[in-house]
């Protein structure tokens, strides 16, 4: 098996396609995974958004605006299912796999043209199973994907390569606009851009022009439809809100043990006790910044959960590659990446299958809670069961932003904007498990006359 991928051969990705093929049909038939918070959040936003309102302007979430129109877009086709995003999400898997293993032939970054990384890199994607899945963190890493690629193209070409500069920016913004925390991204590729390649003034200009480009785009949207204000109101407090720990690092730890170690190996061996091109060791520091400041995106992103490591993977992948080509003994590999692409993905699935427990904030719980609210329901509160079975109807969807939001002090038009918001919707039922809802009546006596509480945190729509 390993031989056969090491091969120069195009037609190697048709093994790599059958892999995938292979462990989505085995998924699909013994997994049974309940529906995340994240993923059940993104299928309400593209539903809402569907209803013609506008998000920040009124949809208090956390999500990019354009992984928004995306989720749009995949509610407006297949509506409110699941397993559109799991396909979709292996669609944009498989274009990852085979962009990045054309990159590392293309700019001879191994001393070998080999389909090993694509092999790899997939294996990776299954060290959980909402890596496999559409999320934010995919479709904006997909473009932070592409602009690796122009910023290994210029530790090669030996001119002034004005549009791959331009390039580099534009795919740093476009992510930046799927994923917001991806931000993190931008000191990288001016770090990057002038220690490694060597960007002069007018090349790091030209970069960061592209990189507002996509952003002062979809301000233009923003202020088009007169919510501009808003936007620029929400996105500082997407990163001052309170985290979603899903998960703990103690699972993190577990999943990534082999791949981790197999990565330090991988460094050894091709910085210690081998040569390289001068390309290659600006290609190798490339890699090492990036493993930094996508160890900062997941650190600091505020749904703290395993499909956040996607940024990562392809610097594990390549050090990975490295252990596999450059590695002396053959049993060692041979065995390596056995363990990579079989028992890793198996022993993986397993553990997340097994212990529910570790997920038990992660996963949407479907025993419990399931009352069906025909009107449209919304909810103030982490637990999102009550989503499962009604719609989602109301400005106030990511609950940690909501709740920062809520509590800022206003002035007299923000007071007015607020209360428009919450008016021109009128959620039907209002879950208020915190008491969210009942501080904000206090100040929109309005408000309170159109809501009464049967029960307490359940406030309902008076007729």
Same mark, same amino acid.
Request: with cysteine.
């Given at each position: 098996?390993?031989?056969?991928?090491?091969?120069?051969?195009?037609?190697?990705?048709?093994?790599?396609?059958?892999?995938?093929?292979?462990?989505?049909?085995?998924?699909?038939?013994?997994?049974?995974?309940?529906?995340?918070?994240?993923?059940?959040?993104?299928?309400?936003?593209?539903?809402?958004?569907?209803?013609?309102?506008?998000?920040?302007?009124?949809?208090?979430?956390?999500?990019?605006? $354009?992984?928004?129109?995306?989720?749009?877009?995949?509610?407006?086709?297949?509506?409110?299912?699941?397993?559109?995003?799991?396909?979709?999400?292996?669609?944009?898997?498989?274009?990852?796999?085979?962009?990045?293993?054309?990159?590392?032939?293309?700019?001879?970054?191994?001393?070998?043209?080999?389909?090993?990384?694509?092999?790899?890199?997939?294996?990776?994607?299954?060290?959980?199973?909402?890596?496999?899945?559409?999320?934010?963190?995919? $479709?904006?890493?997909?473009?932070?994907?592409?602009?690796?690629?122009?910023?290994?193209?210029? #530790?090669?070409?030996?001119?002034?390569?004005?549009?791959?500069?331009?390039?580099?920016?534009?795919?740093?913004?476009?992510?930046?606009?799927?994923?917001?925390?991806? /931000?993190?991204?931008?000191?990288? !590729?001016?770090?990057?851009?002038?220690? &490694?390649?060597?960007?002069?003034?007018?090349?790091?200009?030209?970069? $960061?022009?592209?990189? @507002?480009?996509? $952003?002062?785009?979809?301000?233009?949207?923003?202020?088009?439809?007169?919510?501009?204000?808003?936007?620029?109101?929400?996105?500082?407090? /997407?990163?001052?809100?309170?985290?979603?720990?899903?998960?703990?690092?103690?699972?993190?730890?577990?999943?990534?043990?082999?791949?981790?170690?197999?990565?330090?190996?991988?460094?050894?061996?091709?910085?210690?006790?081998?040569?390289? %091109?001068?390309?290659?060791?600006?290609?190798?520091?490339?890699?090492?910044?990036?493993? &930094?400041?996508?160890?900062?995106?997941?650190?600091?992103?505020?749904?703290?959960?395993?499909?956040?490591?996607?940024? @990562? @993977?392809?610097?594990?992948?390549?050090?990975?590659?490295?252990?596999?080509?450059?590695?002396?003994?053959?049993?060692?590999?041979?065995?390596?990446?056995?363990?990579?692409?079989?028992?890793?993905?198996?022993?993986?699935?397993?553990?997340?299958?097994?212990?529910?427990?570790?997920?038990?904030?992660?996963?949407?719980?479907?025993?419990?809670?399931?009352?069906?609210?025909?009107?449209?329901?919304?909810?103030?509160?982490?637990?999102?069961?009550?989503?499962?079975?009604?719609?989602? %109807?109301?400005?106030?969807?990511?609950?940690?932003?909501?709740?920062?939001?809520?509590?800022?002090?206003?002035?007299?038009?923000?007071?007015?904007?607020?209360? #428009? !918001?919450?008016?021109?919707?009128?959620?039907?039922?209002?879950?208020?498990?915190?008491?969210?809802?009942?501080? @904000?009546?206090?100040?929109?006596?309005?408000?309170?006359?159109?809501?009464?509480?049967? %029960?307490?945190?359940?406030?309902?729509?008076?007729?």
């Amino acid at each position: 098996m390993y031989q056969f991928f090491k091969v120069n051969d195009p037609f190697r990705l048709i093994g790599v396609s059958l892999f995938l093929i292979l462990w989505t049909l085995l998924y699909l038939v013994f997994s049974d995974f309940p529906i995340t918070a994240p993923q059940l959040g993104w299928m309400l936003l593209g539903q809402r958004l569907g209803d013609g309102y506008f998000l920040y302007q009124d949809i208090i979430d956390d999500n990019g605006p $354009l992984s928004a129109g995306f989720f749009l877009f995949l509610d407006w086709i297949f509506g409110r299912n699941v397993m559109a995003y799991e396909l979709v999400g292996r669609g944009f898997i498989m274009f990852q796999v085979i962009y990045w293993n054309f990159t590392l032939i293309r700019y001879r970054v191994f001393d070998e043209n080999t389909y090993l990384p694509a092999m790899v890199l997939l294996a990776l994607f299954h060290l959980s199973f909402d890596l496999l899945g559409l999320t934010p963190a995919l $479709l904006g890493s997909t473009f932070l994907l592409l602009a690796l690629n122009q910023l290994f193209s210029q #530790t090669v070409l030996q001119k002034d390569s004005s549009e791959s500069t331009l390039l580099i920016g534009i795919y740093g913004g476009l992510a930046t606009g799927f994923h917001p925390i991806y /931000i993190v991204f931008l000191p990288f !590729m001016i770090f990057a851009g002038i220690a &490694i390649s060597g960007f002069s003034f007018r090349q790091l200009v030209l970069s $960061l022009a592209g990189y @507002l480009l996509p $952003l002062l785009l979809i301000s233009v949207f923003y202020y088009w439809n007169e919510g501009l204000d808003e936007a620029i109101q929400i996105w500082p407090l /997407i990163f001052l809100s309170e985290k979603y720990h899903y998960q703990p690092y103690s699972l993190w730890l577990g999943l990534a043990a082999i791949p981790l170690s197999l990565a330090l190996l991988g460094f050894l061996v091709s910085s210690i006790f081998r040569g390289a %091109t001068i390309n290659q060791q600006k290609q190798r520091q490339i890699m090492l910044i990036w493993m &930094i400041f996508a160890g900062i995106g997941i650190f600091f992103a505020k749904r703290q959960a395993t499909y956040q490591w996607v940024s @990562l @993977l392809p610097m594990l992948s390549y050090l990975i590659t490295s252990f596999l080509i450059y590695t002396k003994k053959s049993v060692l590999v041979r065995v390596s990446f056995s363990v990579l692409i079989f028992l890793l993905p198996l022993g993986c699935w397993w553990v997340m299958r097994s212990q529910p427990e570790l997920n038990e904030q992660y996963f949407v719980d479907q025993k419990s809670g399931q009352e069906n609210y025909p009107d449209g329901v919304m909810i103030l509160g982490d637990r999102l069961n009550g989503y499962l079975n009604s719609r989602f %109807t109301g400005p106030f969807l990511n609950f940690h932003l909501s709740k920062l939001f809520l509590e800022q002090e206003r002035n007299l038009t923000q007071r007015a904007k607020l209360f #428009t !918001m919450i008016h021109s919707q009128k959620p039907p039922v209002i879950l208020d498990p915190e008491g969210v809802f009942e501080r @904000l009546l206090e100040d929109y006596p309005e408000l309170e006359r159109e809501y009464a509480q049967p %029960t307490p945190g359940v406030y309902r729509l008076i007729d």
